[in-house]
């Protein structure tokens, strides 16, 4: 069985759970331990304690351990790759390509432990000295969802230990074994004891107690937009620092102007890549009148001629489903679809020994329909007319949400308009919203994120606090 890691010593949980293939449910990875309150607890004293010895450790020290981890992880990258497949059920070429995006960010972390940069400012007053400068948060909680099981730990967690905090990690209860495979190389990297734990479990559990433990100073989660409203209250009742990144009902708007050769490709992508289990994922395609037909005879063709299957195949272009129950979500959507007056094409289940689905799109849609309003997280995506570029900005601001979006066209002027307008904290034009950079903000608005950007520079606004320091040298 895979153990929970508490003050460097790997521990044996209150229970269990077997990890289960979503493509082959006789497929079983492992058995891994499921934590307590109590471990959390014994995971916060641990870090509160190891948390001095690391913020002062040099920054070399920290630089040297990511350095190592990312090196781990490349070596490793084709064994991980196909344990992420089988875990969370994306092909083996996505999941390869997530493993060296972890490698990647803790590669560029390894370099901003040595870059962590204050300011000194002029005093208004003579002889005194200003001094602004960063310090670690603390002792932080991380809590990762299961639809990236090894990139989005390690952009929570290279970033937290880089600026000196220690850790404790929270994984999925769908996919632990990409975050266990994680600690391992932290370990044989040669991470000291206490400085990053791992607790395994149900996050009504495990996330509730890392929520309310008093040792934890910071709270960075990525998940459903319902539990992330709960953490923020929580967070706020302790005065805790709350980092939320959760989801989104993203739109990419496709104008007459728009070449379909790029156009296409990008959207099937957008939809339907990692079997649109992606935050960033689009679900609203927006599309003006005069290339509606067009679009939708070229989108339907070319997601009707995806090869739904087994994750390790290579000819597969989409994997199944995260879950039995995230499919029968999945299902009640397209049901729901007809019944609010789409057309609806594709969608059905597939039987097998997996949880598969084909991908689905929902015509003569418009944007007051559930299946418009609401994430479904899953091969879904509906199609709504418009009439011109000032009715598709409408209607792709008309949500809840704020993650991402995008626009196919060839003129500039709207590019450049939608890059202004839209209300996403994230735009695209020509490029599948699914799909951004590690050294660059990540993040959204309104209801698809709360607090600081993750990634990037960016990141330090979370994981530091500003101390300004004044000196009289009269």
Not at 30 to 59: C, I, L, M
Not at 63 to 91: F, H, P
Not at 111 to 138: K, Y
Not at 409 to 419: D, E, G, N, V, Y
Request: aromatic share 6%; hydrophobic share 45%; glycine share 8%.
């Amino acid at each position: 069985m895979k153990r929970n890691l508490i003050n460097g010593v790997w521990r044996d949980g209150a229970d269990s759970q077997a990890n289960i293939s979503p493509a082959n449910i006789h497929d079983v990875i492992g058995h891994y331990a499921r934590g307590s309150a109590a471990d959390v607890a014994e995971a916060a004293a641990a870090a509160r304690k190891a948390a001095v010895g690391w913020a002062e450790a040099t920054p070399q020290v920290r630089s040297d351990l990511l350095a190592r981890t990312a090196r781990s992880l490349n070596d490793r990258l084709d064994a991980i790759g196909s344990v992420l497949a089988r875990e969370e059920g994306k092909t083996l070429i996505e999941a390869k390509a997530e493993v060296a995006r972890a490698a990647q960010i803790f590669s560029y972390f390894s370099g901003e432990a040595l870059r962590l940069t204050g300011d000194s400012i002029a005093s208004v007053r003579p002889n005194v000295d200003i001094a602004v400068t960063r310090e670690p948060l603390g002792v932080v909680g991380l809590i990762t969802p299961w639809n990236f099981p090894i990139a989005i730990p390690a952009w929570k967690i290279a970033p937290a230990l880089a600026y000196g905090n220690t850790v404790i990690l929270k994984p999925a209860d769908l996919t632990p074994a990409c975050a266990h495979i994680l600690a391992e190389i932290l370990v044989e990297a040669g991470c000291p004891a206490g400085v990053f734990n791992l607790v395994m479990g149900r996050g009504s559990e495990i996330g509730s107690a890392l929520t309310d433990t008093a040792d934890v100073d910071g709270i960075s989660f990525t998940g459903s937009s319902a539990i992330g409203r709960g953490i923020a209250v929580r967070c706020a009742e302790r005065l805790v620092r709350v980092q939320l990144e959760m989801g989104g009902k993203n739109p990419t708007i496709v104008m007459d102007d728009a070449d379909l050769d790029v156009t296409v490709p990008a959207c099937i992508n957008s939809a339907f890549y990692s079997t649109g289990q992606r935050c960033t994922a689009t679900s609203r395609f927006i599309v003006h009148a005069a290339i509606h037909d067009a679009f939708v005879e070229r989108m339907c063709s070319e997601m009707q001629a995806l090869v739904v299957g087994d994750p390790l195949d290579a000819a597969t272009q989409m994997g199944p489903v995260v879950s039995e129950r995230q499919l029968q979500a999945n299902l009640g959507y397209v049901g729901l679809a007809a019944r609010e007056g789409c057309e609806v094409i594709g969608g059905e289940s597939e039987p097998s020994n997996g949880w598969f689905q084909r991908p689905a799109m929902f015509l003569n849609a418009n944007n007051d329909m559930r299946v418009t309003r609401e994430e479904i997280f899953g091969p879904c995506a509906a199609v709504i007319r418009v009439a011109d570029f000032d009715e598709a900005i409408a209607v792709a601001n008309d949500t809840e949400f704020g993650l991402a979006a995008g626009i196919c066209t060839t003129s500039l002027r709207h590019a450049r308009a939608f890059q202004r307008q839209s209300s996403a904290g994230m735009v695209m034009t020509n490029l599948p919203t699914a799909g951004v950079d590690y050294h660059v903000p990540f993040g959204g608005r309104r209801a698809s994120s709360y607090g600081t950007r993750e990634q990037g520079q960016y990141a330090r606004e979370f994981y530091t606090e500003v101390k300004t320091s004044y000196c009289y040298a009269g």
